[in-house]
């Protein structure tokens, strides 16, 4: 076989240096000339031994060449061109396969991406991931986000010193047509730099080593796009220190972390600013700049995810007519938002299906359940319940969608869906009773916690007859730990006693609403009435009287605590009806302590305490002491309100001599306290006085229970001005009145 003659030689340098003149890739030119890029990649690295006229023609044409130009290009071509054979006089030389190679740099980029708009920190840290010795950069990212337009952006404007090649390849790992071998990528690149058909090995291993040999030397860019996992890359890797490596994912690719040090650059959701100047860029800026409330609606809408706001870019650019709010208004629709964000074969829904296809069944099945969910963030026990299996199954199924950028870990333990995401799960078949598990979860959960937040309280009801018991419940090591699940899980407890109203799950609506009772006795003034109200509603729709009396109660005594008294002197004086007709003891107890702080709020001293005594003889009856010491505690309130204070220091001090653990601090104690205080002060015993009130402000600081330290160092002050503790009252009554203005 003869090697490159130099008029070949000439016409590959030629072509090159006039494509790259006219600021064209590869696939450009092949594209606008009509060939492939394939063959104009043989016709820059010297393999082809002369074009025919036409597709030199077609070159020139596509070069936008002036005829001198085109006249030397076609020269050059037409020496190439074979020649009739003759024999030779002497042997030709042996001819190596490096011999074969041509020096012109191959470049197998797709072209540039149109449109491209921000980024700038993820370009930044791809330049910064690309430094150093053979590096690997790992952009990762979900399905639709650009991380193809991201490395594509930056290969053609920002490397610097890659002077020897561009080699690209799409593994198509998350496609429906099928993964390339990856012999039949080495193979691509090897023809790309110069080596003969022929020379190219036939098994992987071997293909590998002359792609990593040919590199060695050299400055090489080769882009992996659309890899599936680690070991879909690995043979791909160059062997050169100067080459630069760059994989993308829809998965992290945690793997090539460990094995090659891959760099990772993790590219999100679009801000607002950025997502509407994208839809500017395709739609006009003139378009968008004339209803920027709608464009950043859109945006919005869109989870600021490119693939969507390209769709819906495309949509509005084929409807010139349509305003950007008219397309944002049929968006809102959740039912038809994903619909709208697809077109023909591409779009947000095509893209997740994709992803969804290489995930295992039972992840896959977690993904659906999770479409269930109705609150934004799931822990691994609400995930195990939706997908009615155990916490370890359910931590590794996460992890996995993690992987996959279906579910974020936003914070240790706790994962969330894009909402995109979450719409394209609930598409999906999940078990008819998912929404019963995760309720019935949340109740189980909710119960163990208020066990261990206030022990020896008693159960607020029972568990409806179609009730699914997770298989694992979480364990609260004390009451902090209790506490601070409700913090976290409030916002969750909410939207679920929502979902469970909307699917006329009335079983369930009303008791989560009082498992929520140590949050709405915590911080009372948060505006719970319209929740309390909506559960009131589902237990008169399961008439269930039991559960309607507990509702009733606890919204009186929202409603009082809201100054709100006529409107709680309702609801009170029905539940202790229905709870005294019903025998319900507890319940009629309940009452009538809630009854009396309404009665005591309208001046009605004498006949509060009155209810408070036949409270407590209720409790006697039943031989609840809790619910005793709560009717102690509220009759020591009310006359010491009515200045009684010998009655209430001896009132308070026979409900403190209640059992009580010293490291189990509960409200109804720091009030005590409090009201203990308030007695010595007012007979006179001022230093006993404010070391009681100051150990309630401690107490109930040390609780998080700010209207509770309130109360005591507002009396605190008043017995003894001090700096400190007006800086200490202070500091409560500032989050009292943030978390107050937040509602």
């Not at 031994?49 to 936008?64: D, N």
């Not at 001819?95 to 540039?112: F, G, K, M, Q, Y």
């Not at 403190?656 to 109804?668: A, R």
Request: glycine share 6%; proline share 5%; aromatic share 4%.
């Amino acid at each position: 076989m003869a090697s490159t003659t130099p008029a070949t030689a000439s016409f590959a340098t030629l072509l090159c240096a006039l494509r790259r003149a006219a600021g064209l890739s590869q696939e450009d030119l092949a594209h606008a000339a009509g060939v492939s890029v394939r063959t104009l990649s043989y016709l820059e690295n010297g393999r082809s031994r002369g074009p025919q006229r036409r597709t030199v023609q077609a070159l020139a044409k596509a070069l936008r060449l002036d005829p001198a130009d085109a006249r030397e290009l076609e020269e050059a071509a037409s020496a190439g061109r074979p020649r009739p054979a003759r024999a030779p006089d002497v042997a030709a030389p042996a001819v190596t396969p490096e011999a074969t190679l041509n020096t012109s740099a191959p470049d197998l980029l797709p072209r540039a991406p149109r449109g491209f708009h921000g980024r700038a920190s993820e370009l930044a840290a791809l330049t910064r991931a690309s430094a150093g010795e053979a590096p690997v950069c790992l952009v990762v990212g979900p399905a639709g986000v650009g991380k193809t337009a991201l490395v594509l952006h930056w290969a053609h404007h920002d490397p610097a010193g890659l002077a020897d090649g561009r080699l690209y390849a799409d593994l198509r790992g998350f496609s429906d047509t099928g993964r390339p071998a990856a012999v039949e990528v080495l193979r691509e690149f090897l023809l790309a730099l110069g080596v003969e058909n022929e020379r190219i090995p036939e098994s992987e291993n071997a293909a590998a080593a002359m792609f990593r040999s040919l590199a060695a030397d050299r400055q090489i860019l080769v882009v992996l796009d659309n890899a599936r996992d680690s070991e879909q890359v690995r043979p791909l890797l160059p062997g050169g220190d100067r080459c630069v490596t760059v994989v993308t994912s829809r998965h992290r690719l945690d793997g090539l972390i460990v094995t090659d040090t891959a760099r990772p650059v993790t590219v999100d959701v679009l801000g607002l600013q950025d997502a509407t100047a994208l839809l500017g860029r395709v739609l006009g800026a003139d378009r968008v700049g004339a209803e920027p409330a709608a464009a950043q609606e859109l945006a919005e809408l869109c989870g600021g995810l490119p693939l969507a706001l390209r769709v819906v870019a495309a949509r509005l650019a084929g409807r010139p007519d349509w305003t950007l709010a008219a397309m944002a208004a049929e968006l809102v629709d959740e039912t038809r938002r994903l619909g709208l964000l697809d077109l023909e074969d591409t779009g947000v829904r095509a893209a997740l299906h994709l992803t969804l296809r290489q995930l295992p069944e039972p992840v896959a099945r977690l993904l659906a359940a999770l479409g269930r969910h109705p609150g934004t963030h799931v822990d691994r026990y609400a995930a195990a319940a939706l997908a009615g299996t155990g916490p370890t199954a359910a931590d590794a199924a996460l992890d996995r969608l993690a992987v996959a950028h279906l579910v974020n870990e936003t914070a240790p333990g706790r994962w969330a869906m894009h909402d995109l995401v979450r719409l394209y799960a609930r598409t999906l078949d999940a078990h008819p009773d998912t929404l019963k598990r995760v309720l019935d979860h949340y109740i189980t959960t909710a119960t163990a916690a208020i066990a261990a937040a206030e022990p020896g309280s008693e159960d607020c009801f029972p568990l409806p007859a179609d009730f699914h018991p997770p298989t694992a419940v979480q364990e609260f090591r004390d009451r902090a730990a209790a506490v601070a699940w409700f913090a976290t899980e409030r916002d969750n407890l909410t939207q679920a006693l929502a979902a469970a109203n909307t699917a006329h799950l009335d079983n369930r609506t009303w008791r989560i609403a009082m498992t929520m009772w140590p949050l709405i006795v915590w911080r009372v003034r948060d505006g719970w009435a319209p929740l309390l109200e909506t559960a009131l509603a589902a237990a008169r729709a399961a008439a269930d009287e039991h559960g309607e009396a507990r509702v009733l109660n606890m919204l009186g005594w929202v409603l009082t605590e809201e100054d709100r008294t006529p409107e709680a002197l309702v609801h009170l004086e029905a539940a202790h009806a229905l709870a005294a007709h019903a025998g319900d003891a507890f319940a009629e107890a309940n009452a009538l302590i809630v009854l009396a702080m309404a009665q005591a709020a309208l001046g009605d001293l004498d006949q509060a305490a009155e209810n408070c005594e036949h409270a407590a003889d209720l409790a006697r009856r039943i031989g609840d002491r809790r619910i005793e010491r709560l009717a102690t505690q509220h009759l020591a309130r009310h006359q010491a309100d009515a200045g009684h204070w010998h009655q209430a220091l001896t009132t308070v001090t026979r409900a403190l001599d209640f059992d009580y653990g010293p490291g189990s601090t509960d409200i109804p104690h720091i009030l005590l306290l409090i009201i203990k205080g308030e007695a010595l002060l007012g007979l006179g015993h001022r230093t006993d006085g404010v070391t009681q009130l100051d150990l309630a402000a401690q107490e109930a600081e040390a609780a998080g229970y700010d209207d509770g330290a309130v109360r005591a160092l507002s009396v605190l002050l008043r017995a003894a001005p001090d700096t400190v503790i007006q800086a200490r009252y202070d500091t409560a009554l500032a989050r009292l009145t943030t978390r107050a203005s937040m509602v």
